[in-house]
């Protein structure tokens, strides 16, 4: 058993003292972790000319939105680690996407609360290691030489699963699309298997509805795990975890047709992505049907920034890759804004029951300690977290100032990037051409105007912050 201390439910619900909770609720939140998969931070229809997602826009008027919520990596694998762990993935060897895996080491947000009472489960991509050992599928699983990445969601703390290795098609998820479709299986034939699973457990290949949206096959399995877990008066925790809109993008006629007036590779971003977003309304609806939505928590993000440049007609390049970073500096794979900077939205009724709109700098890192700082939970001694608890700013605390920094590291196209930020100031380390640049994002957001130079006492204190920070994190990875 993990080095997790254990407390029964029945002791949760006593001595659950959050400050704002209304004395008739006697049950711990349902916590639900959404993430979208290269959703840009200006691919939401309230800062999108063109894009439709109601769903979401009305979580953003129901709840808490951020205007500076950062994936901790710019590229999908590293950003869901942190999610679950509330660390940097140098630690414990994830760098890239297709790369490591969650080591056995790690304490997972699923399996202190599956310890604590909660029924668990993750649905749609997983990204965090191989599925099986054995069976060819996705970009590693399989092979010889990655059986050392074997970590499936089930071996992390979670009781139910409908998860695949990577990658799948936004629609007809199993089926390989044409060949001139970026991202397809060029080893499959178009119309063969697409060459991925969805993995229901240990050797456990799903047979069945798998066809149409994928983001309506993966909510089609989480419903009735809702379902389930409420038939049994039980708290539950699950990430949803969607594939939209990731290449290979397809989406149906019906979703194509509200787009019509746009090329054909708007259509079928946009479309997946209001697909996407219909069932996250379909989510919402079956919380209330079940009246379990007042004390649901659903915390909804992107993994990193939008693939390719589009946002627009006339904006070809990119292909079907058509998304929108608002306008900020880079896309997904730099530590410019534009790669980081994600949608953030927080919606619990019970808690937030009011719009609310920060400009606090929050990241994925800071999911798990704000969950265990809500839940009265503890790690054990000896874990190095980098994210930090906003349970204040949930409870409606007015905090703009983090006061504590954000560090990242990635790797891209052959160079190596590091970032240090400290609420408004970003500091930027490209390491082949050991440049550093010095931002004021609250002046200049699209990081245009570098002021090292008028700066230069900052610059170097904030140097060796994150030379430090880069230390720590390094040594440890090496112990893994």
Not at 76 to 100: K, V
Not at 153 to 176: H, L, Q, R
Request: include cysteine; hydrophobic fraction near 30%; charge should be negative.
């Amino acid at each position: 058993m993990r080095k997790v201390g254990l407390f029964f439910l029945i002791t949760l619900i006593k001595w659950f003292s959050f400050s704002e909770l209304p004395a008739q609720s006697p049950k711990v939140p349902n916590i639900i972790l959404i993430m979208s998969d290269d959703q840009g931070w200006g691919d939401l229809g309230n800062r999108h000319e063109h894009l439709q997602t109601p769903n979401l826009d009305e979580m953003t008027r129901n709840g808490l939105e951020f205007t500076r919520f950062y994936a901790a990596a710019p590229v999908c694998s590293p950003t869901r680690g942190s999610m679950l762990t509330g660390r940097h993935p140098y630690r414990y060897g994830i760098f890239y996407a297709n790369s490591g895996h969650l080591p056995p080491s790690e304490v997972t947000l699923p399996e202190v609360l599956k310890e604590n009472g909660y029924l668990t489960g993750h649905f749609g991509k997983w990204h965090l290691g191989i599925m099986d050992k054995y069976v060819i599928e996705g970009n590693r699983g399989g092979k010889a030489e990655n059986q050392k990445h074997f970590s499936p969601p089930w071996t992390n703390g979670y009781d139910v699963c409908f998860a695949t290795e990577s990658k799948v098609p936004t629609w007809d998820p199993m089926i390989n699309p044409p060949q001139e479709v970026s991202g397809s299986n060029k080893k499959q034939k178009d119309g063969d298997s697409f060459g991925v699973y969805y993995w229901e457990g240990d050797g456990k290949i799903a047979t069945s509805n798998l066809d149409g949206d994928d983001s309506r096959v993966i909510m089609d399995r989480v419903l009735p795990f809702i379902e389930k877990a409420e038939q049994n008066n039980q708290p539950f925790f699950t990430t949803i975890w969607f594939h939209t809109p990731h290449s290979p993008v397809v989406a149906g006629e019906k979703y194509r047709k509200m787009y019509a007036e746009y090329s054909l590779d708007h259509q079928h971003y946009y479309g997946s992505i209001t697909a996407m977003d219909e069932q996250i309304g379909r989510l919402r609806t079956k919380l209330r049907e079940l009246e379990i939505h007042e004390n649901t928590l659903i915390w909804f993000c992107s993994d990193n920034g939008p693939a390719a440049r589009g946002g627009g007609p006339g904006l070809e390049n990119g292909g079907r890759q058509q998304g929108s970073n608002g306008g900020l500096r880079g896309m997904k794979g730099t530590l410019y804004e534009g790669g980081i900077r994600v949608p953030g939205i927080i919606e619990w009724p019970e808690i937030i029951t009011k719009p609310v709109q920060t400009d606090f700098p929050s990241v994925t890192s800071d999911i798990l300690p704000t969950i265990l700082e809500l839940l009265n939970l503890e790690l054990p001694k000896g874990v190095d977290l980098d994210g930090r608890s906003i349970g204040s700013i949930l409870k409606g605390e007015k905090i703009t100032k983090r006061n504590s920094p954000i560090g990242f590291q990635s790797r891209f196209r052959g160079n190596e990037f590091k970032v240090w930020m400290e609420d408004n100031l970003k500091l930027v380390h490209i390491v082949k051409e050991d440049s550093w640049e010095l931002y004021d994002l609250e002046k200049d957001p699209f990081e245009k105007n570098p002021i090292q130079q008028q700066f230069p006492d900052q610059t170097e204190k904030m140097k060796a912050a994150l030379l430090q920070w880069i230390d720590q994190t390094n040594t440890l990875n090496q112990k893994n």
